[in-house]
């Protein structure tokens, strides 16, 4: 079965700064990689999705994530954060139509 | 942008009753789920269903969880006999696809089993 950690629970991050919120996962099997991000009393939304090519995925609002397979990585990267930005983040994995197994989840908070 | 709306956003029970929470998907998806997060944890596969019947169910959907699907919009969670450690937020979510390439998540019922 696959499983997914993410290694930091909350991260601080100043305004315009860049972050990067780290998410393995464990699998014998090829999977999907997701993230997705929950702002405060919203649900959760899609911000990238690997499924497979190019190993650099890009999606909303400015992040990006790269598949690392001898890793086993999947981590999300923002050159220049927002206050905006605060939210919960989630990584999340799943073989072919199977549900998805999600991470703890890891709190960015950005700083004024 | 569609949505998937759930209602309500704060349920508080006592501890043996039973509980109700309500999901509208989006109008032209197929495919159903229940997550739930307990407060630290990860967020956790309860069930899928699909063509009226459950497709799938992670071992925490007991006998004490069911879902239904009653008319042509709603898709409900019922948990018979609450528990203390029911008390989680439980997310609904809906695809158009088996699998869910795009999940559409609601915003949440936090339940609170006292």
């Known amino acids: 079965a696959q499983s997914v950690t993410q290694l930091d629970s909350q991260v601080p991050v100043f305004e315009e700064a860049p972050v990067e919120l780290r998410c393995n996962y464990s699998?014998?099997?090829?999977?999907?990689l997701f993230w997705y991000v929950q702002y405060p009393n919203q649900g959760l939304q899609l911000l990238l999705k690997?499924?497979?090519?190019?190993?650099l995925v890009k999606g909303i609002n400015g992040f990006e994530a790269e598949f690392n397979k001898s890793q086993t990585s999947f981590h999300l990267r923002k050159p220049s954060v927002h206050i905006s930005d605060t939210a919960e983040y989630f990584c999340?994995?799943?073989?072919?139509?199977?549900?998805?197994?999600f991470g703890k989840g890891t709190r960015l908070s950005v700083i004024a | 942008e569609p949505e998937v709306t759930q209602t309500p956003s704060h349920q508080v029970t006592q501890m043996g009753q039973e509980v109700i929470l309500r999901c509208v998907p989006i109008s032209n998806h197929l495919y159903f789920y229940w997550y739930r997060q307990i407060l630290g944890q990860k967020v956790e596969f309860l069930v899928s269903?699909?063509?009226?019947?459950?497709?799938?169910k992670s071992e925490i959907f007991d006998d004490q969880f069911s879902v239904e699907r009653p008319d042509g919009s709603n898709f409900t969670l019922k948990i018979r006999s609450t528990k203390l450690e029911d008390s989680a937020m439980y997310f609904c979510?809906?695809?158009?696809?088996?699998?869910?390439?795009?999940?559409?998540f609601g915003s949440g019922t936090q339940l609170s089993v006292l």
């Open positions: 699998s014998s099997v090829s999977v999907y």
């Open positions: 979510a809906s695809s158009e696809e088996r699998g869910g390439e795009k999940l559409f």
């Open positions: 690997y499924l497979s090519g190019s190993t």
């Open positions: 269903f699909y063509n009226n019947e459950i497709s799938e």
């Open positions: 999340a994995v799943r073989r072919r139509n199977t549900p998805l197994v």
